[in-house]
Structure formats: C-alpha cells, structure tokens
C-alpha cells in the first residue's frame, strides 16, 4: 500500500523558513515524479514544486520561484520543500503526491499525503 506522509508544517512569521518533509513507502518511486501542491480552504488546489526523482530535474510555479527549493533526500523515497523568505500568501495546507510521468497538473497525481498546514503572520 503506497503512502505518503508529509511533516514539518507549522507557524512562522513572515520572512522565516520552513521544510517540509515527505516520507513515501509501498512502492519503488525512483522512476517517478514528486509533487508538492498547497490548497488555501475554498480554492482549488494548486502546484508548488516537482523532482522528477530519477534525473533531479525540478519545477517550480512562478509564485514561489526562487524561495522554494525541492530535493531528494539522502533516505529512500524522501523528499524535502525548502521554504525561505515565506509570505502571508504562502499560508496554505501543503500535500505530496507521486506519479510516474511528467507535468503539473493535479489529476494526473495518483498517490496523495494527508497534507501538512502552514500558516504564514504578517
């Protein structure tokens, strides 16, 4: 049975850093794209951040080009969001997902996490 769990979400002051964690298990995902997605209650979810695990190669969204760094960890099927200089927009319950071909889109991830909640004070 694949998992994903994510932690490391919290509250931080404007400005501050946070990493996310995603522990996955149940499957072999080093053939796979990684996923961060964020949802704000009442809207739709939206992309963050993708690895594709095998290459390295990320994604970004615009919004968070250049704060935000995705990587893989050194432990089997981890991977990190490194958030820097964070902003009240940022606030937002964060999910992993995995999929096993390219691009952004949400239907296209099969595997989900239960989410982790970040919450950005001006």
């Known amino acids: 049975q694949v998992q994903l769990v994510e932690s490391g979400g919290g509250l931080v002051q404007a400005g501050g850093s946070l990493r996310l964690s995603c522990a996955a298990s149940g499957r072999t995902f080093s053939r796979y794209f990684m996923g961060w997605f964020r949802q704000v209650p009442g809207k739709e979810r939206e992309f963050v951040a993708a690895?594709?695990?095998?290459?390295?190669?990320?994604y970004y969204a615009d919004s968070v080009k250049g704060r935000f760094t995705i990587s893989r960890g050194n432990a089997v099927n981890t991977v990190y969001l490194q958030m820097n200089n964070l902003k009240p927009e940022d606030t937002a319950d964060y999910y992993c997902a995995a999929q096993p071909n390219g691009g952004y889109e949400v239907p296209l991830y099969d595997y989900w996490g239960q989410g982790t909640q970040v919450t950005v004070s001006s």
């Open positions: 690895i594709n695990w095998s290459a390295g190669s990320t």
